[in-house]
């Protein structure tokens, strides 16, 4: 009854939801591209299906496909049968899953959760198993794969307490769903508590760790970008670098704050402030510049001026390559109330990280972090200043708490094994 009543309100809902993407695509002319892949309107590769394993994994943006970097890359070292295609439902996502994995995988947007999309998109791709990264629960594709008897597993699952709250107003559907899944490797007890109290099934339920731990290994980590500008000027200029990465509307007013109190040390650092979404790069610019910082584009692509104070990363992809810089990180979307972005990245670059209070997305890996003194929680614009001046006046804190990071993240690797496993059992692959 509830996947019913899903299903026709998605239905009228669906003219909204393209004018949504016509609106987005104004600034960011990727949303109306490939609109039909939406729809299941594609050409998908000819597979023999008699000698070949297929799985699809869906993972919805940038964050969930990095995570799923090495388990595909360590399951097609091991099985040379193994066909994965990969949704995404952003642009960026999109541009990850091609720059991180080429022409190994096959990709295309996912198909919207209605069962004539579903159907043709099945049919197309015709996949053994399903993985569905983190918590992305949607209730046609998971009825569509238990009914045509394709596997489903949730892979590095996670359920912060808001979205268990938001799933319990759907108890019956949410039950629905869960109950369908075949096997879940989870990121923490936490989690698997959530899960199973909303209705999966606790002998297929496991605590296996986050696949975010591995994202040493990707090969984005690279400093390929540190000889040209104005990376390489930025590096040679001896100056204090804070990186700012992945802010959020209403977060950057915060972060100018914050900064307009640093402006004034006699050795000032150089702020990277790197926006979540590329439609923003120009507002973000603009109100930078308002408040009266002396901004430069990474676009521009020129050697860092002595007085710029800000450099804005208007560029997709180089996430790390600005992490290599940097002295200090800030995560955000932290200060607002989104739950914050993946604050191992940093960690990895033995960075001292400091986040905003809003952590639900990374709630277990945040505790881990601070446990460890590797990660401090700032409260406002006011407390942000503080802990960069310390931070900034201490470089034997900066390096302790950038060293804690980094052995955290090689002490928990422990989910690509496990996942591996489940996966294996599932599909009855050789070791």
């Known amino acids: 009854m509830w996947r019913l009543f899903y299903s026709l309100l998605l239905i009228f809902s669906l003219p909204f939801i393209v004018l949504r993407l016509l609106i987005r695509s104004v600034a960011n002319p990727a949303y109306r591209a490939r609109i039909g892949e939406r729809f299941s309107f594609f050409e998908a590769p000819e597979i023999d299906k008699a000698n070949t394993t297929q799985i699809w994994l869906h993972a919805v943006s940038v964050g969930e496909t990095v995570a799923a970097l090495p388990l595909v890359k360590s399951l097609q070292a091991k099985h040379a049968n193994l066909r ?47 993985i569905l990264m983190e918590t992305e629960l949607w209730p046609n594709t998971i009825a569509a794969c238990q009914r045509l008897g394709i596997k489903i597993l949730l892979a590095n699952a996670r359920l912060s307490e ?88 209403g977060e950057e007013a915060i972060i100018l704050r914050a900064l307009s109190g640093l402006m004034t040390l006699p050795d000032a650092p150089l702020c990277l402030l790197i926006p979540r979404h590329p439609e923003r790069f120009d507002q973000v610019a603009a109100l930078a510049r308002q408040q ?63 986040i905003g209070p809003s952590q639900f997305n990374f709630a277990s890996i945040c505790r881990q972090l601070e446990t460890a003194e590797a990660l401090m929680t700032v409260k406002d614009a006011a407390d942000l200043t503080d802990q960069l001046r310390l931070l900034l006046a201490d470089p034997d804190l900066r390096k302790r708490m950038g060293d804690a990071g980094k052995q955290l993240i090689r002490s928990n690797r422990t989910a690509l094994p496990q996942v591996e496993a489940r996966i294996a059992a599932l599909l009855g692959l050789a070791g």
């Open 292 to 354: 009266g910082f002396a901004v430069q584009r990474r676009s521009s692509a020129e050697s860092i001026a002595p007085e710029t104070q800000i450099l804005l990363g208007d560029s997709m992809g180089e996430m790390m390559d600005y992490y290599g810089l940097g002295h200090i990180a800030f995560v955000g979307g932290s200060l607002v109330d989104t739950g914050c972005h993946n604050v191992l990245e940093p960690a990895a670059c033995s960075l001292p990280v400091l």
């Open 84 to 130: 994965f295609v990969i949704t995404t439902t952003t642009p960026t996502g999109s541009d990850r899953v091609r720059s991180l994995f080429g022409e190994t995988v096959f990709h295309v947007y996912a198909p919207y959760d209605l069962n004539f999309v579903l159907r043709r998109f099945l049919k197309k791709i015709q996949p053994d198993l399903l």
């Open 162 to 249: 808001k979205s268990a709250l938001g799933y319990r107003r759907i108890a019956s559907l949410s039950r629905q769903m869960l109950s369908a899944v075949d096997a879940i490797a989870a990121q923490s007890q936490q989690d698997v508590e959530r899960l199973v109290a909303l209705g999966a099934e606790r002998n297929s339920t496991a605590v296996t760790g986050s696949l975010k731990f591995y994202l040493e290994t990707a090969p984005h980590l690279s400093d390929r970008n540190h000889e040209a500008e104005p990376f390489l000027s930025v590096r040679q200029s001896g100056r204090q670098v804070v990186v700012f990465a992945s802010t959020r509307e």
